[in-house]
């Protein structure tokens, strides 16, 4: 019997600190410097998990935290082919598809934890912290690393715009000792450029806190805590202005659908033709698709193309027979010659035949329409 291994409880916390956080853990350091390519994603217990470009050239949106997101038709989103992304507890005002988070967990709401539909995005420092259920006001006994459908990351925490798109680790900012200024939403802009989406729509990325206006959710902010947000937000939009020309050259297209934010670093374009852009990408009237016929027509489809080949094939054998019995003054075998070639040519109808029914199957499949309430 093998020996049982420890739990992630009682594994060596040295060992495990040096696994989340290689060499420096403020510092990131640019991939490609080595031939294999760091992992930037893992399971709960360090596996690498390869994500990258799962969503190739698509458009994302993501869900800040500002209240302008109040006056937006945000089920509008909840149509085929938009993708979208919360962080924090914007998932309390609208469920997203991919949800990212930095601070700690007891921060945010439990459902978001324990929905398996929402692919949530979380530092692997977490995965032994508890998670907090607001409605008993209470700690659960689950932690992060028992919660379904979770991908890990490695933080660092000194900015450096010529590598933020391309280093081992995503950056959230910087630590006070070099200025602070940390945000979720960096690694989340880091996250969607790494899956593959190509343009980024900005929700309630509003950049502007008061004592009236904090979030589109509840939650209550004090005199410091605002102060301190709205310092983020200046850092923030710096470091965005300074990322975007980095963000354009590699096609990744970030815009803003709030023209009243404070966030200048990017274009501004209103929400419905954000949306409008974003369905688009799925190029197919969903609400009208078909479904008669698509068992059938790959068969019919491999019989038209297999007959009408054969058929081809022997029409030219017959023809370069007849071609041949014409050029030659043996009478005999002038008229074995032709004798063959009629049954060749016969054989060719055969098949074309067989080809032409088929084409007849694929076109009564092409032009059926469904019954008047079908």
Request: aromatic fraction near 10%; charge should be positive.
């Amino acid at each position: 019997m093998g020996q049982e291994v420890p739990s992630g409880g009682d594994a060596d916390r040295a060992d495990d600190r040096q696994a989340r956080w290689g060499r420096d853990r403020d510092d990131g350091f640019v991939i490609g410097r080595f031939v294999q390519t760091p992992p930037l994603f893992f399971t709960r217990d360090h596996h690498p998990l390869w994500l990258f470009d799962l969503y190739r050239g698509r458009s994302l949106f993501l869900i800040c935290g500002g209240p302008s997101v109040k006056s937006l038709r945000m089920s509008r989103l909840r149509q085929p082919g938009i993708v979208t992304m919360g962080v924090n507890n914007s998932a309390r005002t609208f469920r997203p598809n991919l949800w990212c988070e930095v601070d700690s967990p007891h921060n945010f709401i439990k459902s978001v934890w324990m929905d398996p539909l929402i692919t949530k995005f979380v530092p692997i420092d977490h995965v032994s912290k508890r998670i907090f259920d607001s409605n008993t006001w209470s700690y659960t006994g689950e932690v992060v690393g028992d919660c379904p459908n979770v991908i890990y990351f490695k933080r660092n925490e000194r900015f450096n715009a010529a590598q933020f798109l391309w280093e081992d680790s995503l950056n959230w900012g910087n630590h006070t000792k070099w200025g602070g200024g940390r945000s979720v939403m960096l690694p989340a802009v880091r996250i969607a450029f790494l899956l593959g989406f190509r343009r980024l729509f900005l929700l309630g990325a509003d950049f502007g806190m008061d004592a009236q206006q904090k979030y589109h959710f509840e939650q209550d902010r004090h005199a410091g805590s605002v102060k301190g947000n709205n310092k983020t937000y200046e850092q923030l939009n710096t470091r965005f202005a300074e990322l975007r020309p980095l963000f354009e050259a590699e096609g990744f297209e970030v815009l803003n659908c709030n023209p009243a934010s404070n966030l200048t670093a990017f274009e501004h374009v209103r929400y419905r033709d954000a949306l409008k852009l974003a369905a688009a990408e799925l190029d197919v009237d969903w609400q009208h698709e078909r479904t008669f016929g698509l068992y059938e027509h790959g068969g019919i489809r491999e019989k038209i193309t297999k007959h009408t080949a054969e058929g081809d094939k022997l029409t030219a054998a017959a023809t370069k027979k007849l071609k041949l019995a014409a050029s030659l003054e043996d009478g005999q075998r002038k008229r074995r010659l032709d004798k063959e070639a009629g049954a060749t040519a016969d054989k060719a109808a055969r098949e074309l035949k067989l080809a032409a029914e088929a084409q007849a199957k694929l076109d009564v499949l092409a032009n059926w329409r469904p019954p008047d309430g079908g």
